[in-house]
């Protein structure tokens, strides 16, 4: 449950910003909240969750799930713990950071 929580707090966010995007990628590492989300796209689902994920969802063009190996989720973990605690948020062209940067290599050796 607090995977999907997230990932309704990644669509609100992504939904403020969505202006002229092509689509929406929505990765994780757990199977349940990939398989609730896909439920939720086409159209199988109920709850008042899944109904406001349904709303922040339509007004992309595209909208893709993907489910990652959760060894090589570290980076994302890394991100998404940031923004929680220090209110960080990623810039497109933002440079990586050493730690980050080393995460990354660490998470490719499982891809």
């Known amino acids: 449950m607090t995977e999907f ?3 309704i707090a990644g669509l609100r966010r992504a939904t403020q910003h969505y202006e002229g995007t092509l689509g929406l990628i929505i990765e ?3 199977m349940v909240t990939i398989n609730r989300i896909s439920r939720i796209l086409a159209g199988c689902s109920s709850g008042q969750h899944e109904s406001l994920t349904a ?7 595209r909208v893709d799930l993907s489910l990652v190996d959760r060894m090589a989720n570290s980076a994302t973990d890394h991100l ?5 605690y220090f209110g ?3 810039v497109w062209g933002m440079p ?3 730690a980050l940067s080393l995460i ?3 998470d490719a050796n499982f891809l």
């Open 55 to 61: 709303r922040l969802m339509k007004d992309f063009p």
């Open 80 to 84: 998404a713990k940031n923004a929680c």
């Open 5 to 7: 929580m997230a990932a």
């Open 104 to 106: 990354l290599t660490h």
């Open 28 to 30: 994780g590492d757990s």
């Open 96 to 98: 990586l950071t050493q």
């Open 88 to 90: 960080f948020d990623w």
